[in-house]
């Protein structure tokens, strides 16, 4: 939901407080004023009841009076005893006549009648019940309720002296005394005889209560109370009348429509809704008008806030018109406006600087190289070199990193004159700077390659010490080598990878160097999937004792069949782990199928010796030693089934660490043999001291044995080195009769090579190799063994 403007919010807090005040006033209204107009009606229903009440004595008293005469008059005490019934009912008659009474009855003193007044005969139920109301002591005119009607009588005895009988005179209750006492009450009248179900109409002023309608769902009280005649509502009360002996109740209803009660309500909130009206048309006028001037100038703070947060910091917030405190909130703006300026520009700055030397950072260097690229002539070239410093690591954990630091400002100063209108200098990250130059050809690349290297050859004079930084240099050509930024960067990355590689001082891009890396880079991606879903596996190569040419073990060769580059060759995936950290992984899977193989040979009664080689990495890893151990636990085999093979490298960099672990393993019964002899760079006091059992003369001197003595007194040396030192020896690379016969000759023990057996899948080999029982231990295990006590008691 889109949130509102200040001016429709003001507008909407001041017709909400307008309608608020006058919704108030209008409630408190309604209720007082309908309050009173029911009062007012009730008052009047209370006092309709008097006067309903009084009008019904007035009558009473008449017919008192008009009985009393009668009843005192001789000639009609003479009538009586005469017993002569039609002087009694003209008497009653003309008495009935004077007086506008509806009934005139005369009876004897045992309820039978003597005369009555009129022509029509009178009802026997209502001679009946007039005279069962005799006895009555209730004084006064009573109502009388028949099937036949309903009437107000006045009985009184007719004393001659005695009582000779009684006179009953009365009103019949009809439509016309009703309409009598509408006109003086002034609200509606209705007589309702009898309770309950059986409670029905008897005279009525209303059109939908007429006389004979049952009234038994009228519910009426004494006070004054709402009630349903209809669909029509009534405010309403009740007079109950006194009836003659014990017949049925007869009650007096008045009631007004509450239309008529509720009529000045209705014209005062006609009033109040008008004048509601009216003010709130003049509130929505007066808060447009009063928001426009509010708005505007809050509404100039908006656009100078919008114009800040949009980075243009060029004008000035203007609030002045709305009064001191708006106009304080302007000059907040414009100071707040002013320090993200300034801000801003201090880290545009730092975004595009290096911290430390005040250089031109990547980001600014790739902006740099975007512009120039964009603007490149049809012709022209850019050229990047990207220089690296190799030694700066070194000299950081020698001498700390301030020295450090003092080279890398001594390198920035010295080829940062080489930044020009048409050149650029960035330090890119720590150890990287790149030197970008437009319109370069291939000559004056060369020369700035020279130039760079002479730069950044100046010494460094500190602390009592002269440095230099070792640098090196590769460089990429615009559009030959990409017309990107980026892409030119990753090139001169690239051409700087292969100087490293070669270690040379510096290189040019080429494609086929690229492809190369690029395919690294894949293969190294691949590995982890590779080991997951079957693409590598392991081949087996026999080696033969020379004396017997008896299979007395196999080498375990990786083996990758990659789905786009087909047959990897080990000797390009297995550097790719070592340097990707994948090496301890693949030696592991490698350990675990090559053991596995074993078992599998042993459960077939083929025993061999099984070799796996080690990289240095994995040598000095301790986790793998406790591996080594557990899966040759879990593949039932014993340690001297194993045999690591290790180069001479694992002696360059941690030997005292890969002396250690060989001797736990050594002690253990892993067997360990030193491959590609001779073409290493360890000594012979390093190869004296290692627990290894065996050496592996390297193939590069068994292929040219027979081409000459001095070939061959290679060999013999290193044969008689190894049985100087209680090692077997084994000749890589066997692949004629003629070496075969020469090593055996010289003493080798063992052999293999393409002339004895070719690298092969286990199901290929297993057929070639005997079933016999477990050869012997090789010898010199127990020298070894020795050997490994003495070094312990020496460390």
């Known amino acids: 939901m889109a949130m509102l403007s200040f001016r429709n919010r003001l507008l909407i807090l001041l017709i909400g407080l307008v309608v608020g005040a006058q919704t108030v006033t209008l409630f408190t209204a309604r209720v007082r004023t309908e309050n009173t107009e029911l009062q007012r009606a009730s008052n009047q229903l209370r006092g309709g009841a008097r006067n309903a009440q009084l009008q019904l004595g007035n009558r009473e008293r008449l017919l008192a009076l ?102 009953a005179l009365g009103f019949s209750v009809n439509a016309r005394l009703a309409q009598d006492l509408q006109d003086q009450v002034g609200v509606d009248v209705a007589f309702l005889a009898g309770s309950g179900a059986a409670r ?97 100038p809050v509404q100039q703070l908006a656009a100078g806030a919008a114009r800040i947060a949009a980075g243009d910091y060029s004008e000035r917030v203007e609030g002045s018109s709305g009064g001191r405190e708006l106009a304080n909130l302007a ?114 690349m060369e020369a700035l390659l020279a130039d760079l290297r002479a730069s950044a050859g100046r010494p460094l004079a500190t602390a009592g010490i002269t440095l230099q930084a070792a640098v090196v240099l590769g460089a990429a050509l615009a559009p030959r080598h990409g017309t990107t930024a980026n892409e030119l960067l990753r090139c001169a990355e ?146 001297s089934a194993l045999t690591l093979e290790i180069t001479e490298s694992v002696l360059l960099h941690e030997p005292e660490a890969a002396r250690r672990n060989m001797e736990l393993l050594r002690v253990a019964g892993v067997r360990f043999s030193i491959d590609d002899f001779g073409t290493g760079y360890s000594s012979l006091s390093q190869l004296r001291e290692l627990p290894a059992d065996e050496l592996k003369i390297d193939q590069a001197f068994v292929r040219v044995m027979t081409q000459g003595p001095e070939h061959v007194a290679v060999i013999r040396a290193i044969v008689d080195l190894g049985r100087g030192l209680g090692l077997r020896t084994v000749a890589e690379g066997v692949e004629e009769e003629a070496q075969w016969r020469l090593l055996a000759e010289l003493g080798c023990d063992y052999a293999q090579g393409y002339l004895t057996g070719r690298p092969q899948a286990p199901e290929d080999l297993t057929p070639q190799l005997p079933v016999a029982p477990p050869g012997e231990p090789a010898g010199g295990t127990r020298t070894a063994s020795l050997r490994v006590l003495e070094l312990r008691r020496r460390d």
């Open 66 to 167: 008009a009985v009393a005469a009668l009843s005192a008059d001789y000639g009609f005490h003479t009538t009586i005893v005469k017993n002569d019934p039609e002087t009694v009912a003209s008497a009653l008659d003309t008495l009935a006549q004077r007086v506008g009474a509806d009934l005139s009855l005369a009876l004897d003193l045992q309820g039978r009648e003597i005369a009555h007044g009129g022509k029509a005969d009178i009802d026997p139920a209502l001679v009946t019940a007039v005279a069962a109301g005799q006895a009555s002591e209730a004084e006064g005119a009573q109502f009388l309720v028949t099937p036949g009607g309903v009437y107000q009588v006045f009985t009184a005895p007719i004393l001659a002296p005695d009582e000779i009988g009684r006179i």
């Open 200 to 296: 029905r109409v008897v005279a009525s002023t209303l059109v939908t209560l007429p006389a004979g309608t049952a009234a038994q769902q009228l519910r009426l009280q004494d006070t004054p109370t709402r009630a349903s005649v209809g669909a029509e509502q009534y405010l309403a009360t009740t007079i109950h009348l006194a009836t003659l002996g014990q017949g049925p109740p007869l009650d007096l209803a008045l009631l007004k429509p509450m239309h008529e009660v509720m009529a000045p309500f209705h014209q005062l909130e006609s009033i109040l809704g008008k004048t509601i009206g009216i003010t709130l048309a003049a509130a929505i006028a007066a808060g447009i008008y009063l928001g426009r001037g509010a708005a505007r």
């Open 331 to 444: 000059q907040a703006f414009n100071t707040m406006q002013q320090g993200i300026a300034e801000r801003e520009t201090r880290l545009l700055y730092q975004a595009r600087h290096d911290g430390a030397t005040g250089m031109p950072n990547r980001l600014l260097a790739e902006e740099w190289l975007t512009q120039r690229l964009a603007a490149l002539p049809r012709q022209g070239q850019l050229g990047v070199v990207l220089v690296a410093i190799t030694n700066l690591q070194e000299i950081s954990a020698s001498l700390g990193f301030d020295i450090a630091g003092q080279l890398v400002q001594h390198l920035a100063g010295s080829i940062g004159g080489l930044a020009g209108e048409h050149s650029l200098v960035a330090r890119v990250d720590t150890t990287h700077f790149v030197v970008a130059i437009a319109s370069v050809t291939d000559e004056s």
């Open 494 to 639: 690239a051409a700087l990878e292969t100087a490293i590689q070669q270690r040379q001082p510096q290189a040019l891009f080429e494609r086929a160097s690229d492809v190369a890396q690029r395919r690294a880079l894949r293969l190294g991606a691949d590995l982890p999937q590779a080991l997951r879903s079957g693409q590598l596996y392991l081949h087996y190569q026999p080696k033969f004792r020379l004396s017997d040419r008896t299979p007395r073990g196999v080498e375990t060769l990786l083996r990758w069949r990659h789905p786009e580059f087909g047959n990897v060759p080990p000797a390009e995936f297995i550097p790719i782990a070592e340097r990707t950290g994948a090496s301890g992984m693949l030696t592991r899977w490698v350990l675990r199928a090559a053991l596995a193989q074993l078992a599998a040979w042993q459960r077939q009664g083929i025993h061999l010796e099984m070799a796996v080689n080690l990289s240095a990495a994995d040598i000095v890893d301790p986790d793998m030693l406790e591996f080594i151990l557990g899966a040759l636990r879990d593949a039932r085999l014993a340690t």
